[in-house]
């Protein structure tokens, strides 16, 4: 069975993270689907934002997921908000293992604040309500992405995901 796996996720639970280690533990290439967009567009996604707004950015960003290779051996970062626009959830389900990394508002922000990267447009480390905006955006995506293949609770590692993905997707072993 060759698949790709698609990690989601809110900002800051772990997709990019856990994503490559997953990756490396599989012997899969891994795909950023953020980076994916930058390259393409010549601007980080904080300047997207700011220079052509939100609503073009989710365009490029459907565009991108779309142009990944399917049924291939790949480990793909989504961007937190990626299964919420247009069909992409249904087309992330239908080319590959999804992947929920769960993790609760409080812990995102403290990651969010130990990390001190501030280039999430959408979740600025200046803003007070920072919390606030997590606990309103988990509770807006989190009916999407708990129709995920796999859902993953907190904290977790690599080598953990890998040991649940085969044990759901045995055929993953064969790779
Ligand atoms: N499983 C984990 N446990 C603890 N900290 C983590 C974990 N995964 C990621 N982090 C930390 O959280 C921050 C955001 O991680 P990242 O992988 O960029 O998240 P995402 O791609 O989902 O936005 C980083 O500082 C990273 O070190
Ligand atoms: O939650 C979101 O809507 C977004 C999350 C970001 O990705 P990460 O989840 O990797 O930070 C990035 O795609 C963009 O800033 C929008
Ligand atoms: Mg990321």
Same mark, same amino acid.
């Given at each position: 069975?060759?698949?790709? !796996?698609? #990690?989601?996720? #809110?900002?800051?639970?772990?997709?990019?993270?856990?994503?490559?280690?997953?990756?490396?533990?599989?012997?899969? $290439?891994? !795909?950023?689907?953020?980076?994916?967009? +930058?390259?393409? +567009?010549?601007? *980080?996604? $904080?300047? /997207?934002?700011?220079?052509?707004? %939100?609503?073009?950015?989710? *365009?490029?960003?459907?565009?991108?997921?779309? *142009? @990944?290779?399917?049924?291939?051996?790949?480990? /793909?970062?989504?961007?937190?908000?990626?299964?919420?626009?247009?069909?992409?959830?249904?087309?992330?389900?239908?080319?590959?293992?999804? !992947?929920?990394?769960?993790?609760?508002?409080?812990?995102? %922000?403290?990651? #969010?604040?130990?990390?001190?990267?501030?280039?999430?447009? #959408?979740? *600025?480390? %200046?803003? +007070?309500?920072?919390?606030?905006?997590?606990?309103?955006?988990?509770?807006?995506?989190?009916?999407?992405?708990?129709?995920?293949? @796999? @859902? !993953? %609770?907190?904290?977790?590692?690599?080598?953990?995901?890998?040991? @649940?993905?085969?044990?759901?997707?045995?055929?993953?072993?064969?790779?």
């Amino acid at each position: 069975m060759t698949t790709n !796996i698609f #990690m989601l996720g #809110m900002p800051s639970s772990g997709k990019s993270t856990l994503g490559r280690n997953l990756a490396k533990e599989l012997n899969y $290439d891994f !795909i950023d689907l953020d980076r994916k967009i +930058e390259v393409s +567009e010549g601007k *980080k996604i $904080d300047e /997207i934002f700011r220079l052509e707004g %939100e609503e073009y950015f989710r *365009k490029k960003e459907s565009e991108q997921l779309k *142009k @990944i290779p399917v049924d291939d051996k790949l480990v /793909i970062a989504l961007g937190g908000g990626t299964p919420c626009y247009f069909d992409n959830m249904d087309y992330i389900k239908e080319n590959g293992v999804s !992947i929920f990394l769960d993790v609760s508002p409080d812990k995102l %922000e403290e990651r #969010m604040r130990t990390s001190r990267r501030n280039n999430r447009p #959408m979740f *600025k480390l %200046e803003n +007070e309500n920072l919390l606030e905006t997590l606990t309103d955006t988990y509770n807006k995506r989190i009916d999407l992405f708990r129709t995920a293949s @796999i @859902i !993953i %609770e907190g904290d977790t590692d690599a080598s953990t995901i890998l040991w @649940i993905l085969e044990a759901q997707f045995p055929k993953l072993a064969n790779r």
